[in-house]
């Protein structure tokens, strides 16, 4: 899966906000991080997230083709 692909600490954060739906301000109080860079770290999270998902996307298509 993707997120198997991603690192740890992006996985943990993708799936605590997405998932388990909690807030920015409890993942940072469990990562012990300030809210700032929880929120930054969430966002190349996302982007790791969405890079992997082109990656699997244009291989499928590849295959199709």
């Known amino acids: 899966t993707i997120l198997a692909n991603l690192t740890d600490e992006y996985r943990y954060l993708l799936v605590a906000k997405y998932v388990e739906n909690k807030g920015i301000d409890e993942i ?17 999270a996302r982007g790791a997230f969405r890079k992997e998902f082109k990656q699997i996307e244009n291989h499928e298509l590849c295959k199709i083709k």
Do not use: F
Not at 28 to 36: A, F
């Open 28 to 44: 940072s109080l469990e990562i012990g991080k300030s809210y700032k860079a929880t929120e930054s770290m969430l966002t190349r």
